[in-house]
């Protein structure tokens, strides 16, 4: 997990940013919307749950597009570039380069548009209003999307156990903090069913469908006594192929 993304116990890294608004600038709303939107056409949806009729939707937009794309988006970049930019300023790097990679506009397009609306913030927006896909939108919202599935195998792990988080290869992206790796802890919950999360993290193990454990750990042995209130636990929900029994 790059340095931007496991900040849990580090020191010196300045003062919190306690902002209490959800959007501070007018145009980060759109930029969540852009999102929302993609997630709501996302062609995975039509083998979700529930399933929706993207395959039908006329929309140009044939791409899978779920939270673990956003923030692998973020993930991706370097490290000191991730701490100058605001929350929604990285969404929209993020969704920008998406775009590009798949080809549905070049960066010389993109740098165009973007010089257009510098030059006149208020120009209008393209409208090209679709019911179909306002729906459809409607819908997602309504109803959202579901990383439940069918449980393949009966979990590995049982409630008690003390398990010890791996330390897999690094990954682009990961669902595992890097600072609960080689800790050892408590099974709490063994959630029902199996979860998938959509993307496959590659040498980090996290693909298919698979059991999900809350893990009870001790605040201690994750930060030290000194660093810690007493009495003090921490629990995390960890896929499966994150833990085994013995420490590595």
Known sequence: MKLQHALGGLENLGPVNLEPKVFVQGWEKRIFGIHTVMMAESAHLSAALPRYP???????????????????????????????????????????????????????????ETSLYRQAPEAALPDQPNGAIRDQIVDYLLRGDSGLRTLRHAPRFAMGQTVTVADPLAADHTRLPGYLRHKQGTVAEVYPGAFEYFVSTGPDGLEGPMPVYRIAFDATDLWGASFSEPNTVIYADLFEVYLQTDPA
């Open 54 to 112: 993207v395959d039908t939707l006329p929309t140009a937009f044939k791409e899978n597009w779920t939270w673990a794309s956003l923030r692998t988006g973020a993930e991706g970049m370097q490290p000191f570039e991730y701490f100058k930019y605001r929350y929604y300023e990285k969404w929209l790097m993020g969704i920008s380069q998406f775009f590009v990679d798949k080809g549905y506009i070049t960066a010389d397009e993109l740098a165009a």
